[in-house]
């Protein structure tokens, strides 16, 4: 297991290299010149050509990749070319939303989607079955930003439970926490818990008809023991793959609830970047983003062998 490890750290050493010298090139082979917007439309040429100079957008492509390297490789991922702040505070300034909002949307998901899949594999064929299932093609239907503002007006605009938007940071208590991003946890928790409950559903019907699933049943175990301790067990590789995918896109893809709840996450910090073309802070977002990817998957990989016994690597 350690070696499979060791393996799999060093082959995610050449995807982060890909995946760097992708984004560098991208966003500078792209229409654009950031000396101009950092300038303005009054700026005269010999300004413009002072700022691509201390910037160093007049160096070559190669130039520029390797002096870029060798700040990421100690620690500096350079500053905003709007705001001067360094990238990384940024990034931590903005880092708590979007992660509180990640975890509190997979808890709600994983709370629902899984009880809801298994019920629905074991009573197959039911109305229960179509219920949740229907429950579920609602939820891939609704657009977030659609569910969001139907949550807001009934929670926050009609019956005045929560409040519209903003974000507190736990550490300011728990019930203010809780009450600012329960909404749009639940807002995002829609679509996965649809894709989760589908998936555990489907790994469900897999293994309920199995002889493992029959011996227990004859020995006389109760159906909850049955379902979550042998059926659940041996169907979770597909659901884990689901689950740990789904963190990913959530850390990522959080851009629309965001903007909806008027929380100061990734998500804003990631817009508001492209449209200045602020490189430094792209570039930092996007390597972030699949440096998660790439753990998630690691991690993955590795609870495959826990979860089920015959795996090995």
Same mark, same amino acid.
């Given at each position: ?59 070559? !492509? ?9 700040? /990421? ?33 997979? !808890? ?40 969001? =503002?139907?949550? &807001?007006?009934?929670?926050? &605009? ?27 946890? !639940?807002?995002?928790?829609?679509? =996965? ?69 008027? /929380? ?14 602020? =490189?430094?802070?792209?570039?930092? /977002?996007?390597? !972030?983003?699949?440096?998660? =990817? ?7 990989? &590795? ?7 015959? &795996?090995?690597?």
């Amino acid at each position: 297991m350690l070696a499979y490890i060791i393996r799999r750290i060093l082959a995610s050493i050449p995807v982060m290299v890909v995946v760097a010298l992708f984004v560098f090139l991208l966003l500078r082979l792209t229409p654009g010149d950031p000396a101009a917007i950092i300038a303005g439309d009054m700026a005269t040429p010999a300004q413009l050509e002072q700022i691509r100079q201390n910037l160093g957008l007049n160096e070559p !492509l190669v130039t520029q990749f390797i002096t870029w390297s060798g700040q /990421l490789l100690s620690g500096d991922f350079g500053r905003s070319l709007i705001s001067k702040t360094p990238v990384l505070t940024l990034i931590h300034q903005r880092l708590e939303p979007t992660l509180s909002l990640a975890i509190v949307t997979m !808890l709600f998901t994983l709370l629902l989607s899984i009880p809801m899949g298994v019920v629905a594999a074991w009573r197959h064929g039911t109305l229960t079955d179509s219920a949740i299932m229907a429950i579920s093609v609602l939820g891939f239907s609704i657009p977030v930003f659609v569910t969001g =503002y139907i949550l &807001i007006q009934i929670f926050a &605009i009609d019956m005045r439970i929560f409040p519209i938007q903003g974000f507190r940071s736990i550490f300011d208590g728990f019930r203010p926490f809780f009450e600012r991003i329960v909404l749009p946890a !639940l807002t995002l928790a829609t679509i =996965y818990i649809a894709l989760i409950a589908r998936m555990t559903r489907a790994a469900m019907l897999d293994v309920l008809g199995e002889d493992y699933i029959r011996t227990a049943r004859a020995k006389g175990l109760s159906e909850r023991i049955v379902l979550f301790r042998h059926a659940l067990r041996n169907a979770a590789v597909p659901i884990l793959t689901v689950v740990g995918t789904g963190f990913a896109l959530m850390i990522s893809g959080v851009v629309v609830t965001e903007s909806v709840f008027n /929380l100061p996450g990734l998500g804003r910090l990631t817009v508001d970047a492209i449209l200045a073309r602020d =490189y430094p802070v792209i570039q930092a /977002l996007i390597l !972030l983003t699949s440096g998660i =990817y790439v753990v998630i998957n690691l991690l993955i990989d &590795i609870s495959y062998a826990f979860m089920d016994p015959r &795996i090995r690597y």
